[in-house]
């Protein structure tokens, strides 16, 4: 088991612990074990072998004894009989937000609430409100989350989904009968998260095609099998839907289920203003009677919009927001492509919560080929993250410039921090400290139930701070798990403009903050982003892509993304706010 693995196991003894009510001071001790174990430089198969592992500070001989077991077994009784003694329904709570283990601990206790059924009865009946420490407020915000839950419950992530799709469709172009195969739907435009996945193939032999589908490792459950339609649902509850059409009729339905259904809306008005009708099963006049005899040939979806007289639409600007408009006119600006970043910043090493040392993640970037990297580990006020205060800060500075000056990597590393926007609106660290750093990207960790003039004078007075070069994930939004906070993005966007602070796109697949909703007409009135992993391990680095994606929704071009930028060209835009990167 890897260091990785049991740090998590750690973590969950904790968690389990404390939902039983166990002393505080032997949760912590998990707790700490846990940080201890996911930032320890040194190997862990060198400390076992040499049986060294007790002399790491922090670690008793019952911990070590733990994790020993579990590097050589990869299983702990201790652990699985603490799993059997919560019920599982309890476990659960968690996942609504807000809800940590101490109250659900009073919740279980006082109600006698075991699941999350239970639970949203007592909140109908107006029981929770009366506990201490609760009140109307809480029971209104856990209500609220039970119900976010149920519909988080349809939908998957569009990174997750992907790791369904792509083999699924590999395979279906390995098979002979298939003549040409796509994602299709919501998948396919690149939306944040999907409720399922469309296949569309071209064949004239179905049959093998459709056993294949419904026969693949992890389906559960088949829901629907006919001559050339299926439906599957697997393990993790993705469903799956595959059609199989003849080969004229491909590049139609690959448009008509690609969607969206504004999208579709929008060009059947136009074909019908043509004097023509558009479906999943060809364009054909209006006057025809079968698209079967009569529908014009399309060997490529860009034949579609050329029969319309449109420019190609690509797939992830199909949402009804003003692509038709630009597709009869002057076209699309050149999207962004993953290729074009040339580097990122806001990352986490394991000076704070990060899993990988400083030189760890560089060596990742350096492998990717990227010019540089940025470091922005924490600030103090976000102390569950191990955040540094000011001397640690300054020590990872100059360890930073002792990396640059020694040639060891050929990635610069630039220094920056993810510094905490306290609820007045001041940052967690002292002006002086962070204009010693390169950059600065200011987020709200905290305080997220102000109201929206609350939250949004404090951003703004962030951005308005000279030390700030980036505004971190915007909202807060965890997708599928917890909700934005109220903030007035338009204020903000303008304040980032007034103040030359870059937004970024956060790029984590559970944020894609700031919304590509957003993007176009911030990019229009000349916002810059930065798209940033918010990397936590070197494997984070490949969570641009998704950020990429997510900016293409929103019609940006490489010019305006910071990094896509060279290395002198964007220590040239730092040096705006930091003269010493000028020199």
């Known amino acids: 088991m890897t260091k990785r693995e049991i740090a998590d196991i750690l973590n969950e003894i904790a968690m389990l612990l404390e939902l039983k009510g166990e002393n505080p001071f032997k949760i912590r001790a998990y ?15 060198d400390l076992i072998r040499e049986g060294t592992l007790g002399d790491v500070q922090g670690f008793g001989k019952a911990l070590v004894d733990k994790i020993e077991t579990l590097y050589q077994t990869g299983t702990l009784e201790f652990y699985e009989n603490l799993k059997d003694s919560v019920e599982p329904g309890i476990v659960s709570m968690l996942e609504i937000p807000g809800l940590g283990a101490k109250k659900i601990k009073i919740l279980h206790e006082t109600l006698g609430v075991s699941s999350i059924e239970e639970l ?8 929770v409100a009366g506990l201490k420490g609760f009140g109307k407020k809480s029971q209104d915000k856990i209500a609220e989350g039970i119900k976010n839950r149920e519909a988080y419950g349809k939908r998957h992530l569009w990174w997750r989904a992907r790791e369904v799709a792509e083999p699924i469709l590999e395979g279906l172009l390995a098979l002979p009968e298939v003549e040409k195969a796509s994602h299709a739907g919501s998948f396919r435009r690149k939306r944040e998260h999907v409720g399922d996945l469309d296949f569309i193939v071209a064949s004239s032999r179905p049959e093998r095609i459709m056993e294949w589908f419904v026969a693949q490792d992890q389906v559960r459950e088949v829901t ?5 339609k299926a439906s599957v649902r697997f393990e993790s509850g993705l469903q799956a839907d595959l059609r199989v059409v003849p080969l004229k009729q491909f590049n139609f339905a690959l448009h008509h289920f690609t969607g969206s259904k504004d999208h579709n809306v929008l060009m059947r008005q136009r074909a019908l203003s043509r004097g023509l009708s558009l479906s999943e099963w060809g364009l054909k006049p209006v006057e025809a009677e079968s698209f079967e005899e009569s529908s014009l040939d399309a060997k490529s979806e860009a034949d579609i919009f050329n029969l319309l007289d449109l420019k190609f639409v690509p797939p992830e ?3 009804g927001r003003g692509e038709i408009e630009a597709a009869g006119s002057d076209g699309f600006p050149e999207l962004i492509e ?30 990717l080929r990227w010019e540089y990297w940025g470091v922005a580990d924490h ?4 102390f569950q993250a191990n955040g540094l205060d000011e001397d640690r800060l300054l020590q990872q500075l100059e360890r930073i410039r002792e990396l640059n000056a020694s040639g060891e990597f050929t990635t610069y590393i630039f220094s920056g921090n993810e510094c905490d926007i306290l609820p007045d609106g001041s940052l967690d660290l002292d002006e002086e400290l962070l204009m010693k750093l390169d950059y600065v990207v200011s987020s709200v960790h905290s305080s997220f139930s102000q109201s929206e003039s609350e939250m949004t004078r404090r951003i703004v007075k962030a951005i308005e701070n000279p030390a700030t070069t980036m505004l971190g994930h915007l909202t807060g939004r965890l997708l ?11 204020k903000v966007v303008d304040a980032a403009l007034a103040n030359d602070v870059v937004i970024e796109l956060n790029a984590n697949p559970y944020r894609l903050d700031m919304d590509w909703r957003l993007w176009r007409n911030a990019a229009e009135k000349g916002l810059l982003t930065s798209i940033n992993p918010d990397a936590h391990a070197p494997e984070h ?16 071009t490489a010019e305006s993304v910071i990094n896509t930028r060279s290395l002198q060209e964007v220590k040239a835009i730092l040096s705006r706010k930091r003269p010493h990167l000028a020199d």
């Open 31 to 45: 707790s700490n074990g846990a940080r201890t174990l996911e930032t320890l430089e040194e190997s862990l198969d």
């Open 120 to 127: 949203q009865k007592a909140c109908e009946e107006e029981k």
């Open 224 to 228: 629907a099998k006919g001559e050339t």
């Open 317 to 319: 600007l199909r949402e």
């Open 338 to 367: 993953p290729s074009a970043i040339k580097g990122v910043f806001h990352n986490h090493t394991t000076a704070s919560d990060g899993r990988s040392s400083l030189e760890e993640m560089t060596a990742s970037a350096q492998a």
């Open 379 to 382: 600030s103090k006020a976000s």
């Open 480 to 490: 599928l798990r917890r909700e934005a906070y109220q903030v007035d993005t338009q």
């Open 541 to 556: 680095f490949e969570f641009v892509e998704a950020g990429v994606y997510a900016a293409r929704k929103g019609w940006l």
